[in-house]
């Protein structure tokens, strides 16, 4: 069983690639979009910005809790690279005022999307902090595409099970 999980992680390894996991060797001003691309992979969301530019999101689960996105400015060079799953970007939410545009250009898109019938909205979920200290940000947003409540909590699930009992 060892010599599969150890089989196991080589292979994603090797699939990975050099990918980076965040992009920190990337230099601002300097890397180029491609640059980028080449060393941490296609992005999962590309957002465009007024008068040139983009914006490239990496989300880095199920394991990894974290969302980085890389600015690229009209001149095909990085402009910065970011952790966006941060207390401080949560305190930018503003319930009633936020819109769906401004969650998905803050945290890049979201790993679980749900839609709640009876109450008309759709709840977005990003798993963020460290494994060791698991939270889900839980983003509910309205049919005319407010923000309508956002909560960060405990992700239990997310925990190695602890107490008494066998659980192999």
């Given at each position: 069983?060892?010599?599969?999980?150890?089989?196991?992680?080589?292979?994603?390894?090797?699939?990975?690639?050099?990918?980076?996991?965040?992009?920190?060797?990337?230099?601002?001003?300097?890397?180029?979009?491609?640059?980028?691309?080449?060393?941490?992979?296609?992005?999962?969301?590309?957002?465009?910005?007024p008068?040139?530019?983009?914006?490239?999101?990496?989300?880095?689960?199920?394991?990894?809790?974290?969302?980085?996105?890389?600015?690229?400015?009209?001149?095909?060079?990085?402009?910065?690279?970011?952790?966006?799953?941060?207390?401080?970007?949560?305190?930018?939410?503003?319930?009633?005022?936020?819109?769906?545009?401004?969650?998905?250009?803050?945290?890049?898109?979201?790993?679980?999307?749900?839609?709640?019938?009876?109450?008309?909205?759709e709840?977005?979920?990003?798993?963020?902090?460290?494994?060791?200290?698991p939270?889900?940000?839980?983003?509910?947003?309205?049919?005319?595409?407010?923000?309508?409540?956002?909560?960060?909590?405990?992700?239990?699930?997310?925990?190695?099970?602890?107490?008494p009992?066998?659980?192999?």
């Open positions: 069983m060892k010599t599969l999980c150890v089989a196991t992680f080589l292979a994603a390894c090797l699939v990975s690639g050099c990918a980076s996991y965040s992009g920190s060797s990337l230099v601002a001003g300097k890397s180029t979009a491609g640059e980028v691309e080449t060393l941490m992979g296609k992005p999962a969301e590309r957002i465009e910005k008068g040139g530019g983009s914006v490239l999101y990496y989300p880095r689960g199920p394991f990894g809790r974290e969302t980085y996105a890389v600015s690229i400015g009209a001149n095909g060079k990085v402009q910065a690279v970011e952790q966006r799953l941060t207390d401080a970007n949560i305190g930018k939410l503003v319930l009633g005022t936020t819109t769906a545009g401004e969650v998905r250009e803050l945290f890049g898109p979201p790993a679980v999307t749900t839609h709640l019938r009876r109450l008309q909205r709840v977005w979920e990003y798993p963020m902090d460290t494994v060791a200290n939270y889900v940000l839980y983003v509910q947003i309205s049919s005319d595409d407010i923000v309508r409540e956002a909560f960060k909590i405990k992700d239990y699930a997310a925990e190695p099970p602890s107490g009992g066998d659980f192999e």
